[in-house]
């Protein structure tokens, strides 16, 4: 940032020709505080003026988006009084013009700006066919027709097999869950193999020969239901507990 100025004697006169050392800080208020900036420079003077450069041995790192003060030493001595208040350039109206960006000064006076979504924060873009944007306060719902799969963003640092899995407030791209087989007897598994190791106990194979027991009977084949004591006519109804052979009740016609 250039900064131009005049110097004077205290009596008004001109100082002479020479070198000369500035110490320049920049404050946010007219007087008093601290520097929220400061440098020393060596300088000449031609004709009591000087010119600089702001910023060149040590970064300006503010906003610039309210008012700041000037406030200059000469060769080690006390600030001078007042400070400069910092004014804008012609080339700063552009910058405030940038500022709120030339689409922004065409939308409606009531738009509303979307700038997070999911959690996600910055620029977002929508892609897809048959968008549809409607508000009522306090909610702006987005409909969208369809969304290319090829035009989604997945997030930054997804790795090759990883899945979008659903973590309780939004979709995240994770490794799949690890699924953990354990082998019961007679069982053994070897990486993706299963395979058998010989039966331990014969007695609790089921198969096609296999008696069944209970409410059912035959092989497991052939499944039939049990008799369970039922005599001609009767049928099996539910008693609340379990079904039992019973007579079908009577119907009476008045």
């Not at 020709?17 to 929220?36: E, F, H, K, N, S």
């Not at 027709?145 to 035009?151: A, E």
């Amino acid at each position: 940032m250039n900064y131009q100025g005049i110097l004077l004697q205290p009596d008004g006169s001109v100082p002479p020709d020479g070198p000369v050392t500035l110490g320049i800080a920049i404050y946010d208020q007219p007087q008093g505080g601290v520097p929220l900036w400061q440098e020393t420079i060596a300088t000449r003077l031609e004709g009591s003026v000087f010119d600089v450069e702001l910023g060149t041995m040590s970064a300006i790192d503010l906003l610039f988006n309210k008012p700041y003060y000037i406030g200059i030493s000469v060769n080690g001595g006390s600030e001078l009084t007042p400070r400069t208040p910092c004014t804008t350039t012609p080339y700063a109206f552009r910058a405030i013009y940038a500022d709120t960006a030339g689409i922004a000064t065409d939308l409606d006076s009531n738009a509303k700006v979307v700038r997070s979504l999911n959690g996600m924060h910055g620029n977002i873009t929508i892609r897809g066919v048959n968008i549809t944007v409607t508000t009522q306060p306090g909610l702006v719902e987005l409909r969208i027709g369809r969304i290319p799969l090829d035009s989604v963003d997945f997030p930054v640092g997804t790795r090759a097999g990883q899945a979008l899995i659903w973590n309780g407030t939004r979709w995240i791209a994770d490794d799949l869950p690890t699924t953990t087989f354990i082998a019961g007897r007679g069982i053994d598994i070897r990486g993706d193999t299963i395979g058998n190791t010989g039966d331990v106990d014969p007695l609790d194979d089921v198969l096609f020969s296999t008696q069944a027991g209970g409410d059912i009977t035959g092989t497991f084949l052939q499944l039939r239901i049990a008799q369970k004591g039922a005599t001609p006519g009767e049928a099996l109804m539910w008693n609340g507990t379990e079904w039992m052979p019973s007579r079908i009740p009577a119907v009476v016609l008045d």
